[in-house]
């Protein structure tokens, strides 16, 4: 079974500061992981996937996420915070199956302060 | 816009009435998702298509609930008899349909059973 856990549903950060959003998956294969961000009153947007090339994926927005296997981790960054990444974030991992459905995480939401 | 696109946007009924929602996907898209999305939760997987072909239901989805895509464009999702419980996010999300492929998300239709 796949599922991912994220560890934080709210998130603070002052406006220029560091983004982190912790993700933790549980697969019995090599995921594919992804981060889609769904602002208010707009559809889920795709950040970024990571699909078992480049450990390190870099997204739109200026947002990356490193997979880490040994950790079980893939966790979202982003150097520094602007007011219009205020929004709720998913981390999401596809099923291996047929129907390559997505489970979703419970989402973080982020807080950017002026 | 070339996005998914979904009709109506927000739909509040009368416990015990049906309700019908309409998906567009972006054009030349085979595969075709519905996704429900409960207040404070990630969405949830009920359903997809492969053209015009239903090939997988989520558990979620009660004998209540009917999808179709007749000639493999639009899609429908129908809710008989509404409950409390159906009120939630209907999500629509389409894909090329390779297993690699991105699923692109449309801005949902918002149902309140009152």
């Known amino acids: 079974a796949q599922s991912v856990t994220q560890l934080d549903s709210h998130v603070s950060v002052s406006e220029g500061t560091p983004v982190l959003l912790r993700c933790n998956y549980s697969?019995?294969?090599?995921?594919?992981l992804f981060w889609y961000v769904q602002h208010p009153n707009k559809g889920l947007q795709l950040l970024l996937k990571?699909?078992?090339?480049?450990?390190l994926v870099k997204g739109i927005n200026g947002f990356e996420a490193e997979f880490k296997k040994s950790e079980t981790s893939f966790h979202l960054t982003k150097p520094s915070a602007h007011m219009s990444d205020a929004a709720e974030y998913f981390c999401v991992v596809r099923s291996p199956s047929g129907a390559n459905n997505l489970f979703f995480g419970t989402g973080t939401r982020l807080t950017v302060i002026p | 816009d070339t996005g998914v696109s979904q009709n109506p946007r927000h739909k509040i009924t009368k416990r015990g009435q049906n309700v019908t929602f309409r998906c567009d996907p972006i054009?030349?898209?085979?595969?075709l998702y519905w996704y429900r999305q409960t207040l404070g939760q990630g969405p949830e997987f009920l359903t997809y298509?492969?053209?015009?072909?239903?090939?997988?239901k989520s558990r979620l989805l009660s004998d209540r609930f009917s999808a179709e895509r007749p000639k493999g464009s639009f899609s429908t999702l129908e809710i008989q008899r509404t409950e409390q419980g159906d009120s939630a996010m209907y999500l629509c999300?389409?894909?090329?349909?390779?297993?690699?492929?991105?699923?692109?998300f449309g801005p949902g239709t918002r149902l309140t059973v009152l």
């Open positions: 054009s030349e898209h085979n595969r």
């Open positions: 990571y699909t078992s090339a480049a450990t």
């Open positions: 298509f492969q053209n015009e072909a239903q090939l997988e």
């Open positions: 999300a389409s894909s090329l349909g390779e297993y690699t492929d991105t699923q692109y």
């Open positions: 697969s019995s294969y090599s995921p594919s």
